[in-house]
């Protein structure tokens, strides 16, 4: 039997993983926890349930199969998460798609099958597969077996990942990984825990290792107003990207608010709720720094 895994989607014609037309498989559970994630349901290492009370119509009939008696009406339906398993039966008898279960278990064999359909587009676009998240490598060993199936068949493969584990388990896969997508956060340790959860030395150090053993490496910076778009930041991160072997840019994404509505689904508080994005002068402002300490940019 292959190995499970844990993923919460597949997404199809992707364009924005990596090169070409890409499927993108998206791995449940994440070791880090950026206050502008705009998948948080992604976050726990287990299946979480989502409600959206604009399309609960208060027909109870997620009360009755609720074997953890979670779910209250009274008005308004509440689910109790401590007692909630996520076994996602309620999901199932909810007709309106109020309730959702984000994450389930998959096997090597049942993602490939659904890879393998948009061959014929890989192959006329130089696309492939991207493994992203949540984070990726915190279920190595069956994003392993997934890279060896595509090894055997040819894939191009990208890993997107916050680079967050431990050096062998990243070297452990470098041979099947045709590009590594790697997110560089915040420079400051101090400021990486406060608003990403952990401290970013493991990830400085993987992503120095990556480049100099020779890794194809892409860098993308999530611009987030007020967090790391600072000029102290952006020089930082400029100094130790032109420190790399190989590397010569960098791509600057904007943070987008659309996730507010994500975070009330799954009853969390968004801290960044009166966020706005970044205007394209404001991102502007961000590339002329980086290309001024030498990086060649891209804005997306
Ligand atoms: S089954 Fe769905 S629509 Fe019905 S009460 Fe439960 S959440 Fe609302
Ligand atoms: S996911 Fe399962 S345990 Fe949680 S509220 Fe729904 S039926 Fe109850």
New binding site residues.
Partial sequence: MSEMGLIFDIKKYSINDGPGIRTTVFFQGCPLACQWCHNPESQPRKPV?MYRANRCVLCGE?VD??T?H??TINGTVK?DRAT????????EVCFNGA?E?SGYQASVDQVMSEVLRDTPFYESSGGGVTFSGGEPLLQHRFLLDLLHACHEHGLHTVVDTSGFAAWDVLNSLREYVDLFLFDLKLMDEERHIRYAGVSNKLILSNLKQLAETGSAVYIRIPLIPGINDDEENLRRSAEFIRALPNITGVELMGYHDLAAAKYQALGLDYRLKELKAPGSEQLQSSASILERAGLQVKIS
Avoid: H, K
């Fill in positions: 349930l997620c199969v609720c953890q979670s779910i689910t909630c398993e996520g076994c996602g039966t309620c999901a309730r279960l």
